[in-house]
């Protein structure tokens, strides 16, 4: 297969690729538009990007929200309670149908790597083995990353720590934590030593949701990155909302800032989910609840953005288009300055890569696997002014998917 007049990122001028079996043989430049022939493609001088990526996802919990009943207040407390009660209605089929539903919903936006959470605290693992079979089943269509995710806490839910060990046994690729959640502050810190103590020893990833609150007494990521310091781990270690760090008073976060670098910790950013999720008990001034993405990037750190909920009882909303994700983020943390809309798409493609340790499965190289995207603009900016779409997704040297964009008929 052969993709004309393609534009890529960071380098001058138009590009025809060319795709043997399940690779990328070739990436020539072009000295002018080119006309394709018969079963080539034409990107039509847009951009060609490898595919975009959703770092974090629940997708044991999509496709639930109102049922039995809707949140109300649309708080992370009234969400907690309409899971619980959905959750007794759980099944390993319906676990599994959602998945897929959702899976398609990415696959459409022209996603192909997904990290998902997986709720642990079930002494059954119902939903975690049902989604490690999802991961099988969908392999033709998407790469996926299964976090085991202690909803309830590790220290603070019985058997916590078994069923994180177990979970792994299971096939979970990532060790997951949440230590604001835990009931006391020492649980918070002994469930991060453990659980990067668990990865260390089988060499999985980490991700935690690390201090997912307004409260600025809320520190663990202090703990999180220093265990990544001192076990040299902090490429393979993410640290998930952070939101706490928007609360964090300045004199703290450049001490934090100093640390962080050593570090080298990866950031996930959910910025629909904690805008509508977060700020809820302020009245006026109201804060945003995010963690500080444009500081961190300034600061030289890997973060990217990810969707967090598709219809379940935290967020009501989502479609799966990580683009949507992407424009909210940029209003929300005040990154729509010339130089961020130049090169905003690493938020959703290549920073997101680097936090789920793809290394040469990703990228538009030769020799790398042929997945990659056609875009229906030219340049990043572009892209999200013109909220676009990814029109061809493909995966493994074949299409995967096809979009039409719309047409409009002025009179
Ligand atoms: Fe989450």
Not at 389 to 410: C, D, F, K, W, Y
Request: hydrophobic letters at 40%.
């Amino acid at each position: 297969m052969i993709i004309r007049n393609a534009r890529l990122r960071g380098r001058d001028g138009l590009h025809s690729i060319r795709l043997e079996g399940a690779l990328i043989a070739a990436i020539d430049a072009q000295p002018t538009l080119q006309a394709s022939a018969a079963g080539e493609l034409d990107a039509a001088g847009n951009l060609v990007i490898p595919p975009f990526i959703e770092p974090h996802i629940h997708l044991d919990a999509t496709l639930t929200a109102g049922e039995p009943a809707w949140n109300m207040s649309g708080t992370l407390f009234e969400g907690i309670e309409r899971w619980g009660e959905r959750k007794a209605m759980v099944t390993h089929e319906d676990t599994k149908t959602r998945a897929k539903k959702t899976i398609d919903m990415l696959v459409d936006h022209g996603i192909q790597h997904v990290r998902t959470h997986v709720d642990v605290t079930d002494p059954t693992l119902a939903a975690l083995k049902a989604m490690v079979e999802v991961r099988e089943e969908t392999r033709h269509l998407i790469d996926m990353q299964i976090v085991a995710f202690p909803q309830e806490g590790i220290e603070s839910f019985t058997n916590g720590r078994a069923l994180m060990e177990q979970a792994v046994e299971l096939g979970a690729d990532v060790v997951g934590g949440i230590p604001h959640f835990e009931n006391t502050r020492d649980q918070g810190v002994s469930s991060i030593k453990f659980l990067m103590d668990l990865a260390e020893r089988t060499g999985c990833l980490v991700d935690v949701h690390c201090d997912e609150t307004d409260d600025p007494q809320s520190r663990f990521l202090e703990v999180l990155a220093e265990e990544a310091r001192v076990r040299g781990m902090g490429a393979r270690v993410t640290a998930s909302h952070t939101t706490a760090m928007g609360s964090y008073d300045n004199a703290y976060c450049s001490k934090l800032f100093r640390l962080l670098k050593m570090s080298g910790i990866n950031f996930i950013s959910c910025p629909t989910e904690s805008i509508h999720l977060q700020g809820r008990f302020d009245t006026y001034p109201k804060r945003r609840g995010l963690t500080r993405v444009a500081e961190l990037d300034r600061a030289g750190l890997n973060v990217c953005f990810a969707q967090d909920s598709i219809v379940d009882p935290w967020y009501p909303l989502g479609n799966g288009n990580i683009m949507r994700i992407l424009e909210a983020g940029l209003h929300i943390c005040h990154m729509l300055g010339y130089e961020d809309l130049q090169r905003c798409l690493d938020l959703i493609t290549d920073n997101s890569a680097r936090t789920l340790n793809l290394g040469a499965r990703y990228g538009l190289e030769v020799g790398r696997p042929a997945n990659l995207l056609i875009l229906s603009a030219p340049d990043d900016y572009e892209m999200v002014r013109s909220q676009g779409h990814a029109l061809v997704s493909i995966r493994a040297g074949e299409v995967l998917m096809r979009r039409t964009p719309a047409q409009i008929e002025r009179a």
